[in-house]
């Protein structure tokens, strides 16, 4: 009698990473809303069509996705879930094509520009763009081609039923993205031990350290610490902090608010349980 | 006599967003050496052929471009110079053609999706993804089609014979780009009064905050701070910091003296003049 599916909304198609995020993190009890557009995201969200959002903010090569971050601000939802995933590309072709066969490869750029050593190594290989990677792998698919090769993911391959001529080509391979599950849920999970926060000061000569020094001195382990210009107020930036605990723990609680005694303005974006198979210590 | 032509690698083509960072920097005794990939760009300044490159490291709207961090300290060249750019997107047509008569409208993947709110807009527009944003401009005005328009740079529509039917189409007015200029160069340029470095402590927890005390007991301010976790090395992060002072002032000199008793590494990516139209105070 209790449905347990929960509605989950991401940007991009079916096969695509977010798409493959949530099922690491959520399995079959997740049903994925795809829209085109990060804001429409974030409106099935707030309209209550989904139950929540997955969305990428990190990346260990391209860094984080500010944008991101400003879109989970500006529709005042939360960090429910954290999860890694790594980022694997693939050759895939039509069941049966060989290497040698194969003149023209499409994906994103982003992922062509991923695998620059692979095409480095074929030289004949001619590249095409294409609006996402796991869409590419369907186009292929579709049109029968013979002569071309899409890039993208694992699942993109098992969803349109293309084969996998090639894993792992990406240049580096410790190539992983940061996702986040957001909803209006305001109440922490069970479990969760990581906090996510945003602040600025006014003034901030000298405020940087004196915020650190609200962790420090009461022993809370930081795991990012990023400083984000904010343009058209040249004097001021945005703080990004994660830290290891509760909000629920006393401790947590004080440091918070020491940390509002001396900021402008401050957002906690979230408390959750922390991904452990990254299995970062603090810093 | 004195041929004052400085040779400048990027990666793009012309009419490239880097191309017109290199003019806004260095003016016209900058001779632009294109190149398709990153790690070419690297290579031309350290093989001599050319005497310096220019390359993005980080943009408000998506953050720093950790890649190019990387090839930074794996080619081991220093940050002479640093210029900010606003990033503004054109709508470019052949000349003469009107917004109803165009179908369809090229460019990257990444400009089409800073400009969602224009598509919002202009339903009827089917977008089209190319591999860079100048090139779909020249792809124009070779095919002569009338139906279709490019979104690129002012400068790739004035190099391509473009006509501009709307500008500043992107979503967020706020998007701007950070280049840094990179040659063999070790000393710093008259009126370097900035610094890049980059470090890691092997065991983090609580130094980071004795780090950042190092600069605060010497009152020199930090523009910029972020971490980022070491993939594969689970404990690890290395530390971007980049403060207002020269490598030349003894305080400076104490500092990173001082930095260096509790880092595991330390490298100074560089000491260079602040770009002062961006008026940054410390943190």
New interface residues.
Partial sequence: MVSKTIRVAIQGERGSFSEEAVLKLLGEIAQVHSCR?F?DVFRLVVSGETDACLIPI??????????NY?LIRRHELRINQEVYLKIEHNLIVIPGVKLEDVRTVIS???ALGQC?RFFEKHPKLQ?E????TSGSVRDLIESGSRDVAAIASRRAAEIYGGEILLSGIQD?Q?N?TRFVLLSKRLDPLDGANKTSIVFS?KN??????KS??V??LR?I?????????I??R??E?LFYLDFLGSTKEPRVKNALNHLREITEFLEIMGCYPRDES??????
């Fill in positions: 557009y804001e990190e990346n260990s090569l391209t860094g984080s996705i500010h944008r400003d994103h750029p982003v620059e590249k763009s294409s609006y996402d580096n410790e992983f000061f901030s000569a000298g405020a940087l350290f650190l020094s962790f420090a022993d382990d930081l795991t990012k610490i990023e400083s984000r210009p343009h058209g040249p004097w930036y990254v299995e970062k210590k603090g810093m």
